[in-house]
């Protein structure tokens, strides 16, 4: 499980509130009915849990992130924490394993027989084979999509900012109203 520590200047109640405006609420089963790209999120006083709807995909190896609060005198930490279902994880692997074993046995039952009427026995797997593949390919930008939008909501930065996952030069430059000016310098 990947663990990282970002800093936020604002008060776990203003976290609150930022999140609640920005995110839409993940109330089960019925916020995957949407069909629109989304960040959900279900937010309580000691942090909060936030995953990425897809449209038309429900992709159940997708990371979510839980966030636990730590307040100090000057600011919020917050301890973010990558987690992927296990039993999804095994559902994946077994659902491959299975397209797998089928592509390989139809294939041989067509090369033996020396058909081509039954390339649908092939391609069938093949095309599932491709979905899993695809559902595992969104899932990898997940972490890097909610640590952006924990960057760019809250205003947070990274206090471990050495192992380049997390550092606010990664991925692409946030709109102008949420860069950080610089001030000119005189000299």
Do not use: K
Request: glycine share 6%; net charge positive.
């Amino acid at each position: 499980m990947l663990r990282h520590i970002f800093n936020t200047q604002l008060p776990v109640g203003a976290c609150n509130g930022r999140l609640e405006a920005a995110a839409e609420r993940d109330v089960p089963i019925i916020a995957n009915m949407r069909f629109s790209y989304g960040i959900l999120a279900r937010i309580d006083d000691n942090g909060f849990r936030l995953r990425v709807r897809r449209p038309f995909i429900h992709n159940g190896i997708s990371a979510r992130l839980r966030v636990r609060y730590r307040p100090t005198a000057s600011a919020t930490l917050l301890e973010l924490r990558y987690r992927i279902n296990p039993l999804w994880t095994i559902w994946y692997v077994c659902v491959a394993a299975f397209a797998g074993w089928m592509v390989v046995v139809n294939a041989a039952e067509l090369l033996r027989r020396r058909e081509t009427g039954s390339w649908f026995l092939v391609l069938a797997p093949l095309v599932f084979l491709g979905f899993v593949i695809l559902c595992i390919f969104l899932a990898r930008r997940d972490r890097h999509t909610l640590t952006r939008f924990i960057e760019l909501t809250l205003h947070a930065t990274p206090v471990d900012a050495g192992n380049g996952l997390t550092s606010r030069s990664s991925g692409p430059a946030p709109p102008a109203a949420d860069r950080q000016r610089q001030p000119a310098r005189m000299e």
